[in-house]
């Protein structure tokens, strides 16, 4: 039997390897030059491998169609993952917020582990090789057909056909929606492609503090997102946050936009300056107790201007924009500083404010959310219900995670899954 794997990225080589294990003839079609340009650049380079938590915790990260991946998930897991990795040579540590990375923390590594797995498998690598089309008869796989590194167009017999292109994020690696225009070809409904993972932009006088702290990290913050409308809390998260030339970004801002992609009347919210990212830089400290600690440095600091004082309390980049929106002139000297003044200061380092304007576009996105309808796709086996011998595998379904190595798990377990069967 012969099985065709379309897309050379983590999806594709787990699905190869997994169908050789069955003992079948398989061959990866790549349009790269080599495999796994995505995989390199995940985790700044350093490639977040797969998540520490249980199974079952992972449906509770993938807050797009989770449950589909059920049968996946158990069929290959973080375990799996790991033990794969480590006999081909990688070992792996486990980092803050449950993230596993190789010890080495280059991500060419576990590119290297899946290569040497893949040719010790004998799978078949053919590279600069683009699909443009899947032949069915009978609503039967027949064979595929593809562009060679020629421009030469070939026809592959293939009794199983295996798609895991990857979605629309990162087109530079190799994800331009390839897969989506073959699926829709062949009778697939593709749902609304929208970025996921991706940084948020900000407007106004937001966009300008936004500007003027860019390239400044914040660890330990906690976040929160704020439907001005309805008073209501969308999302909350703790951890790692950026500031950019466009408005925010980081681990927690691209969590969020998981979240608040999904969230109802969100475009019109956005419109209406409604969705407001309220930032407490100080979340170790109740606001009674961050009120002494304020009390304390200002008697240590009393001699001096307002804008000198608050060194010991924030990083740089970000004083002249709180001095700014704490309405306390900045040549004030410090024992004059009234205790409304300091409450209010108190009040402004625990809801430092955002107003949020958008999405970055879902070229810039980690992950694409949205693809294949997970109602056309058998969730135990990942065949296609409309045409027998067609699986699909990774980012081209309609699933997306949290960042935390939930995607690239599903990249891993969907393509297993797919190979197997």
Request: proline share 3%; with cysteine; net charge positive.
């Amino acid at each position: 039997m012969k099985v065709v794997v379309i897309g050379g990225g983590p999806a594709g080589m787990t699905a190869a390897l997994s169908a050789r294990d069955g003992h079948d003839e398989v061959c990866i079609l790549e349009k790269n030059s080599k495999l796994g340009k995505k995989l390199l650049i995940t985790g700044k380079g350093r490639c977040n491998i797969t998540s520490s938590l249980d199974m079952d915790e992972f449906i509770q990260n993938v807050p797009g169609n989770g449950r589909f991946l059920y049968s996946a998930f158990q069929n290959f897991t973080n375990i799996d993952i790991i033990n794969l990795l480590k006999k081909y040579g990688v070992s792996v540590k486990e980092e803050r917020g449950h993230r596993i990375f190789p010890t080495s923390d280059k991500s060419v590594d576990v590119l290297n582990a899946f290569e040497r797995a893949l040719k010790k498998a004998q799978v078949k690598i053919k590279f600069n090789c683009k699909v443009i089309d899947i032949i069915t008869e009978n609503n039967k796989i027949k064979s595929v057909v593809y562009v060679d590194e020629n421009g030469k167009t070939n026809t592959m017999i293939a009794d199983k056909v295996i798609l895991a292109t990857g979605g629309k994020s990162y087109p530079q690696t190799g994800s331009t929606g390839d897969g989506y225009k073959i699926s829709s070809k062949l009778g697939h409904t593709i749902t609304e492609i929208k970025p996921s993972l991706v940084p948020l932009t900000a407007k106004g006088k937001s966009l300008e503090i936004c500007k003027e702290m860019q390239g400044l990290s914040l660890r330990n913050v906690a976040i929160k997102f704020l439907d001005e409308e309805k008073n209501k809390v969308i999302y909350k998260d703790f951890g790692e946050m950026l500031f950019t030339h466009f408005g925010v970004s980081g681990p927690t801002i691209l969590s969020a936009s998981a979240h608040l992609l999904r969230y109802k009347n969100v475009e019109e919210l956005l419109k209406n300056d409604k969705i407001k990212l309220i930032i407490d830089l100080k979340p170790a400290l109740e606001p009674e107790k961050l009120d002494l600690r304020l009390q304390r440095d200002f008697e240590k600091e009393k001699n001096k201007e307002f804008k000198n004082s608050l060194n010991g309390l924030l990083p740089q980049k970000m004083i002249s924009p709180i001095v700014r929106l704490s309405g306390i002139a900045e040549e004030k000297q410090v024992n004059q500083i009234t205790k409304e003044e300091r409450l209010n200061l108190g009040h402004l380092l625990k809801n430092f404010t955002i107003t949020i304007s958008g999405f970055r576009p879902v070229e810039e996105a980690i992950i694409t959310a949205g693809g294949i309808n997970t109602k056309e796709i058998n969730p135990k086996t990942m065949e296609s219900k409309l045409v027998e011998g067609l699986f699909f595998a990774g980012e081209i379904i309609d699933v997306d995670a949290y960042t935390g190595g939930f995607n690239l798990q599903i990249a891993y377990s969907t393509g297993y899954t797919a190979g197997m069967h």
